[in-house]
């Protein structure tokens, strides 16, 4: 039997999943990374992107709009939103995706002169619309 | 001395009053069922987001490069307190507890020479605070459209809050809201949000122990969580402000179906004498004419 940890899925408003798993994709803010039982402890945050659970009975996906994760003697992961990929249909998914659009326009016009803002809801964007691929939905294409 | 039918009157009036505030009492108890899952859904997300923020604020701590969130402005001139009241009345003393704790604050801040700035959330406390406090409303959430309180309803306040104190608007945030204990007691409470005051983490508490790696840096990820936390504990405050307030309306109608029971015992033995007395009169009447004769 392999080992596991325990993993929880918050989100503020419920709780998600919590049980024993062998191993969690996160997608980090940084890259993607894999979590398996005595990784050493990490706090990252997220970008929007599919979190993987794989547990003795399968794996389950879910879908993350950002948020953290920490991993301790367990992982956490508190997720701004979340839904199980099998909820997110084209409708919920092109949501998602205009109100990242929505967000960076107004970054746009608030922080004219300073790029990090900018960039940084450029990508939140780019990465929600990624993950139109990553759950086979077919992507929306925003114009930047 | 009402009339019979001055009296009959009346008592139709208070059952029906009884009968209004029976269903908003059981229609409070159901809400109250609702909103107190919906708190205790959100608790697990606070409590690990406390925790973590804990122990990062204690890694950052007090250096110069920490964000001006946690370690605030460094004055105290200008403060901003947010009441969190409800959108409607008939729930006891709910609404005007919060207002009070408020009102109270902003005096006591006011003769220590600070300035004052109110936002009002939910209508109720507006109107409290109106009268006296009426000039430093900076501004106003209105949350009656929204049926059950969702995380971006947080996040649309703390996002006002965020753009005032970025413009430079206050110095320190505090929000006010009424802490659900159970149905007949509910603390009003004032927090403070900015600059954010997590508690620190335990003395031997193995999570305070642990060392964590940061990905991507701890200011980069404390940059990034902290407009969060405000957020969250808004959306804390908001869930325990609607469960406090259904559990004040469930009480306080339960008191009214009582009185208005109470109330209608007594007009029933008022009606029933005169109707009595009226009796008697006529028999005294018809005996004293039958004996005249």
Known sequence: ?144 | MPSLKDLKTRIESVKSTRKITKAMQMVAAAKLRRAQDAAEMARPYTERFNAVMGALAASVGDSDSAPKLLSGTGKDDVQLLVVMTAERGLCGGFNANIAKLAKQKAAELKAKGKTVKILTVGKKGRDAMKRDFGSLFIGHIDLSDVKRIGYADAQGIAKDILGRFDAGEFDVATIFYAKFVNVVSQIPTAQQVIPAAFDAPEEGDAASNTLYDYEPDEEAILADLLPRGVATQIFAALLENGASEQGARMSAMDNATRNAGEMIEKLTIEYNRSRQAVITNELIEIISGAEAL
């Open chain 1, 1 to 144: 039997m392999a080992e596991t940890m325990q993993f929880d899925l918050v989100s503020p408003e419920r709780s998600l999943m919590s049980a024993q798993v062998k191993s969690v994709q996160i997608p980090g803010a940084d890259g993607d990374m894999t979590a398996m039982p005595n990784h050493a402890p990490l706090i990252t945050t997220l970008r929007p992107g599919v979190l993987k659970v794989e547990t003795e009975k399968g794996t389950e996906e879910f879908v993350v709009t950002g948020g953290f994760a920490e991993l301790g003697e367990g992982l956490s992961v508190l997720a701004e939103r979340a839904v199980p990929k099998a909820d997110v249909d084209q409708a919920a998914y092109e949501a998602m995706v205009d109100e990242a659009h929505a967000a960076y326009k107004q970054t746009k016009e608030t922080f004219k002169n300073e790029p990090g803002p900018v960039d940084d809801a450029a990508k939140l964007l780019a990465d929600m619309v990624a993950v139109g691929t990553h759950i086979g939905l077919s992507p929306k294409q925003p114009s930047l």
